[in-house]
């Protein structure tokens, strides 16, 4: 049954291993942000690594997405974490291109790669679902974040070294 009125859930322990994790690299994300604030406006995009970026770009447009999906749910907490959520995603896009040391971008995803692992345990383990949309669904979701943020790593790992 679906609750129309504000409400929290119960995210059991998973859960909130999952947020905690989360956070810090949604702290990394906006620490970053305020950091690009103070770059000069110059830089050369062909120092970038690309594809990273792309993948990263593909990743913060699908939690934009959460936002509408979260204020469906009408769960608080979750609702405020999507928006920081965001704000970390979308903080550290902004910094990476104000020429942000480009480490912040793998800190960020290592953590919430990390995260997501956490929460692949939780859904199996809670058989997770929202409304009538089969589990399935949101372990298919997860996973291609998991993808996502292995790549943007795997892809960076020269770089790391």
Do not use: C
């Not at 942000?100 to 859904?123: H, Q, T």
């Amino acid at each position: 049954m679906k609750n129309k009125n504000w409400h929290i859930e119960n995210w059991h322990l998973l859960g909130w291993v999952e947020t905690f994790i989360k956070a810090l690299a949604i702290l990394i994300g906006i620490y970053a942000f305020f950091i690009g604030t103070k770059q000069p406006d110059f830089l050369n995009i062909n120092s970038l690594p690309n594809i990273q970026i792309v993948i990263f770009l593909i990743l913060s447009i699908g939690l934009l997405l959460g936002i509408v999906n979260r204020y469906q749910k009408k769960d608080i907490i979750s609702m405020v974490f999507i928006l920081f959520n965001n704000w970390g995603h979308w903080g550290l896009f902004y910094a990476i291109f104000k020429g942000v040391n480009i480490k912040f971008l793998y800190s960020f995803v290592l953590l919430m790669l990390a995260g997501d692992l956490v929460k692949l345990v939780f859904l199996k383990k809670y058989n997770y679902s929202e409304s009538d949309i089969s589990p399935k669904y949101f372990n298919y979701l997860t996973w291609v974040y998991v993808g996502g943020y292995f790549l943007i790593i795997l892809l960076g790992s020269p770089t790391l070294l």
